[in-house]
């Protein structure tokens, strides 16, 4: 078991290295960086001067190994723009869109996991045609529409909901429905399928044998073994959601990170861009390894 | 002698018998998108970009205010709705068309070297595939259009490098199926060569899962392109796409509500019936297959 986790967590940090590489690469692909933000006015000598500034004269393997090392040490540069340390502006933003996603997805399962019960355990019935209808919606709209419907209709024709910021406990109603919306479609669909196998097993079989009632052999015993497939998928759904995230708080201005990662993408800003990009994919390749990890204690059948 | 006349069904028969057996509504959707994508520069009932500045912010035909010269109403610039949804199908069916191509031919490639050969090729590309599978795809996607700059082929290309590792995995897993039967191994006993074998025993058996799997694929496509438009890292304008029209309208939602939810409709409604349609494909096709 101590051998999974360290080889575990040496892929991950091999991965994490190997987005930082390909990031550092794809944007000094194009020319050099600084004539994305240069100013039209600025003479040949201010760019020169710009450029040595910021040392991007240096070979591209020398700026690489500058930014590593920097980066190991929480040092992620300056953003273009805003001339601040760029690690402040995503730690700034960063709970924020931790908060959105714990929140959408909370969501989603408070949705999903009742619906894919009742859809598998009334297949083909009213329930089952309910859940299927919503999870086909669910994955037909995309986030940015959903959010701008959810505006049209809760503060245009029912002036109700705040749409704009995170400041209270309202702002959040919105925006967490448009973001989980997605994934509680999928997550639905999994449930279903995965519930329709274990209803069918041995062990169910006995427990109704044995006489117990329908509903605790159902919520109580069926649930618990249908839910493992779905952990494994929430540790990617987390992926997922933080992708989701984008539309979702520009539409809504959420102050998190994707919306960091939107602005620096808009104003050409590639040190912040490539910043939160890195810490995003941290988070992403984390919480797949935490998964992993915690798959081999759920599953006791693959700990061998 | 009398030899008894094979009874064959005429062709036209059958597939009329088949046509009728498609899912109605999804099929009329998705073949007049079709349509209106081949046909657009034809059919649109106004320049998509010819830019009004008197009829902005026009209503659509059934609202107060409306003419029925812009039945969907215009937008900022005065430019037609109904024409730019119309020419924006023609270009997230072009976007489509070529990156599920691509990608399932990349895909399908990889999977089925992968599946057939084993070996150490095997782990290392499946490793790839799972890495890829792990990443959200607008990231990636936005990282290409800040730094390759935004435009058709960029789209394609990020979308490609997305889209084909799905196909890599179902086809691979498939390969590896196939590869045990006895018809593979009467093929190399007989002396057939490791690519003939792919290519003639297993590909066609393969091709109804791959077929599937790019119906369900066109769906997502569409989202992402549409989300990348949304956020500016698309096509870039004066082409109209769904996502930008969306985007556009986005500011006007409280005066101009119909700037934002037509685009968004096509969109639903296209990705929809896309996935109706692969729904019933696969069905049709091979419901062992559901797990996709």
């Known amino acids: ?304 | 002698m009398a030899i008894a006349a094979q009874v064959s069904i005429p062709i036209h028969v059958r597939t009329f018998r088949a046509l009728r057996k498609l899912p109605s509504i999804p099929t009329v959707i998705v073949s007049l998108t079709i349509f209106l994508a081949v046909f657009a520069n034809l059919v649109v009932p106004h320049p998509p970009t010819q830019i009004h500045l008197e009829k902005s912010r026009q209503a659509p035909a059934f609202i107060e205010g409306g003419e029925v010269k812009y039945i969907l109403g215009a937008d900022r610039l005065g430019r037609d709705i109904l024409s730019r949804i119309i020419k924006g199908a023609q270009v997230s069916m072009m976007v489509v068309a070529v990156s599920v191509t691509l990608g399932a031919a990349v895909g399908t490639a990889i999977g089925l070297t992968a599946g057939f050969h084993g070996g150490w090729p095997d782990a290392f590309l499946m490793r790839i595939v799972d890495a890829m599978l792990a990443f959200p795809a607008i990231l990636i996607a936005l990282v290409f259009a800040v730094t390759l700059g935004p435009s058709f082929w960029v789209v394609v290309a990020v979308i490609t490098l997305l889209l084909w590792a799905p196909f890599a995995r179902l086809v691979r897993g498939q390969t590896l199926s196939w590869k045990g039967r006895d018809f593979v191994n009467l093929a190399k006993v007989a002396g057939c060569s490791n690519l003939r074998i792919i290519l003639v025993h297993i590909l066609p058996n393969v091709r109804d899962s791959i077929v599937v799997l790019a119906t369900l694929q066109v769906g997502w496509v569409i989202l992402i392109e549409g989300t990348l438009s949304f956020l500016g890292a698309g096509i870039p304008a004066p082409t109209p796409t769904w996502g930008s029209m969306v985007a556009d309208g986005r500011e006007l939602i409280r005066s101009a509500w119909w700037m934002s939810m037509f685009p968004g409709v096509a969109i639903f409604a296209v990705v929809l019936s896309f996935n109706l349609l692969g729904d019933w494909l696969r069905d049709t096709l091979d419901p062992r297959l559901r797990q996709l």
């Open chain 1, 1 to 304: 078991m101590g051998v999974l986790v360290v080889s575990r967590l040496i892929q991950a940090v091999f991965t994490l290295l190997g987005v930082s590489i390909a990031l550092f690469f794809l944007s000094h692909a194009s020319g050099n960086p600084v004539d994305a933000f240069v100013p039209i006015e600025a003479s040949p000598e201010d760019r020169e001067r710009l450029i040595h500034h910021l040392g991007f004269d240096k070979p591209v393997y020398v700026q690489y190994w500058r930014f590593i090392t920097h980066a190991v040490r929480g040092d992620f540069g300056e953003s273009l723009r805003n001339k601040q340390p760029n690690m402040s502006l995503v730690k700034a933003r960063f709970w924020n869109s931790i908060k959105l996603a714990s929140a959408a997805l909370l969501w989603a399962l408070c949705i999903s996991l009742p619906l894919g019960t009742l859809a598998a355990v009334h297949r083909g019935r009213f329930w089952d045609r309910v859940a299927m209808t919503l999870a086909l919606f669910g994955q037909s709209l995309p986030a940015f529409f959903t959010g701008i419907l959810l505006i049209y209709i809760f503060a245009v024709v029912f002036n109700v909901l705040p749409v704009q910021g995170a400041g209270s406990w309202k702002h959040y109603i919105l925006p967490t429905i448009a973001l989980g919306w997605g994934v509680s479609a999928a997550l639905t669909r999994l449930l279903r399928s995965s519930m329709l196998e274990v209803l069918d097993s041995e062990y169910i079989k006995l427990a109704r044998a044995k006489g117990l009632r329908e509903s605790i052999v159902v919520w109580k015993h069926a649930l618990r073994n249908a839910l493992i497939p779905l952990v494994t998928f929430i540790g990617f759904t987390w992926g997922v959601i933080m992708g989701g995230a984008i539309a979702t708080e520009v539409v809504f201005g959420w102050p998190g990170m994707a919306r960091l990662a939107y602005e620096a993408v808009v104003t050409r800003d590639t040190p912040l861009l490539q910043s939160v990009v890195l810490v995003w994919a941290s988070i992403i390749i984390g919480a797949n390894l935490v998964v992993d990890l915690l798959y081999g204690v759920i599953d006791p059948t693959i700990r061998a």
